[in-house]
């Protein structure tokens, strides 16, 4: 399951009911197929985003006038994606819950006083101690996709945050919070090589080249982006039996992500290795001849309006792990005959009618502040007609690539 917190309240607030309530049924919904053609439909929260999640055969859905597309349920989801698991878990929370489940229902947070910011904190495992600049706070709830214990502190100065577990490694990270702001945060604490423990070396690469990929990894859906990137080894608890199975993942922007079970052993150390293939991101557009306001999204946030021979302005919103030279393009292609829509090659062998190139530009710490926004302004000279805009970004992660600022 990789629905997190403010995915849940994202989807209440958005399809939900009056009371921000997830519901069965009720929800007057405009769903939009990739053609365009739309038809009303009466659905409940789940019936909502298993829709959305469908992008092979919707674009869209329209509740109230206001659209809602997968890629922004996906950044509402923290960039994860949802699954027929977090499905499920919504129709189990609804207004007919599922045996021993309830309503789930978003509310409001209360503001803290002026001064202050809310620190939201997840430690696994689950009852690890919180200390906050030395003091010991209560201990963490630990079940980080729907659980966190908030703690107010003194806003826009440096906390240190230490976590600690019998039998765990202890990890401390320095955290501020803005004034009256809310910060979610989660840790996963290592366990120390002992009795009781296997080990796991996750490594990532490009699947084209085979270059080494420096990767989230991600252990039964929680990611150790915070703490580590590929190639890593990680001792985890297996307990009493030789063998214990955890789902091992890795997650690369600009790659699709990859999920598997992995068998770890007692007293060893196994390996998973993930071959990313690099995910290039497309949309159908129109240029037309005269100023009409052209605006499409994609998992990266492309936005923007487009008219020959007038200035055009948009952005492109990454997210990154590590420090990292970037670069992304905008290319235009027409469609040839009979094309599916979904083969890439195909549409790339008609030849880019058009490019735009954002970039070069340098991530300086991708863990204070994991989203880049890249401006860029274009005048286009392409010709009236329907085109499809293919986003690719290309990496180094060697600083001589890129001019450092």
């Known amino acids: 399951m990789t629905l997190t917190e403010a995915g849940k309240e994202y989807i209440a607030q958005k399809f939900g009911n009056a009371s921000s309530c997830l519901v069965s049924a009720g929800i007057t919904v405009e769903v939009y197929d990739l053609s365009a053609n739309h038809w009303t439909e009466t659905l409940g929260s789940a019936q909502i985003v298993a829709r959305l999640v469908t992008t092979t055969m919707y674009s869209k859905v329209q509740i109230g006038g206001v659209d809602y597309t997968y890629a922004a349920l996906r950044t509402a989801n923290g960039g994860n994606d949802i699954t027929s698991t977090d499905i499920t878990w919504i129709a189990d929370h609804d207004d007919t819950p599922a045996s021993g489940q309830t309503q789930y229902c978003y509310t409001a947070p209360t503001p803290p006083p002026a001064g202050y910011g809310y620190l939201k904190i997840c430690g696994r495992p689950a009852g690890c101690s919180v200390s906050i600049d030395g003091v010991l706070q209560s201990a963490s709830a630990g079940y980080c996709i729907d659980t966190y214990t908030q703690y107010e502190v003194t806003s826009n100065v440096d906390h240190q945050v230490t976590l600690s577990y019998t039998g765990y490694k202890p990890l401390t990270k320095t955290i501020s919070v803005g004034t009256g702001d809310t910060k979610e945060v989660t840790y996963v604490l290592e366990a120390v090589a002992g009795a009781n423990t296997g080990a796991v070396t996750i490594t990532a690469t490009d699947a084209a080249t085979g270059a080494s990929l420096a990767a989230q990894p991600t252990v039964d859906g929680i990611s150790w982006e915070e703490q580590y990137v590929t190639p890593v080894t990680i001792n985890l608890v ?11 993942g890795v997650k690369h922007p600009g790659y699709t992500s990859q999920e598997r079970p992995v068998t770890v052993v007692k007293g060893s150390t196994v390996t998973a290795n993930f071959a990313l293939t690099e995910v290039e991101l497309f949309r159908q557009v129109q240029v037309y001849a005269e100023m009409p306001k052209v605006a499409w999204l994609v998992d990266w946030s492309i936005a923007g309006q487009m008219a020959v021979g007038v ?21 235009f292609y027409t469609a040839p005959a009979g094309w599916d829509g979904q083969d890439i090659a195909a549409l790339k062998a008609t030849g880019s009618k058009a490019r735009i190139s954002m970039g070069p530009s340098y991530v300086l710490d991708p863990f204070l502040n994991d989203e880049y926004r890249f401006d860029w302004e274009w005048y286009p000279t392409v010709s009236p007609g329907t085109y499809w805009v293919v986003c690719t970004l290309d990496y180094s992660d060697n600083p001589a690539s890129c001019p450092v600022p």
């Open 311 to 331: 200035r055009t302005s948009g952005w492109v919103k990454f997210t990154f792990t590590k420090k990292t030279c970037y670069r992304a393009y905008l290319d």
């Open 238 to 248: 297996v307990g009493t039996a030789a063998t214990k199975d955890f789902n091992i």
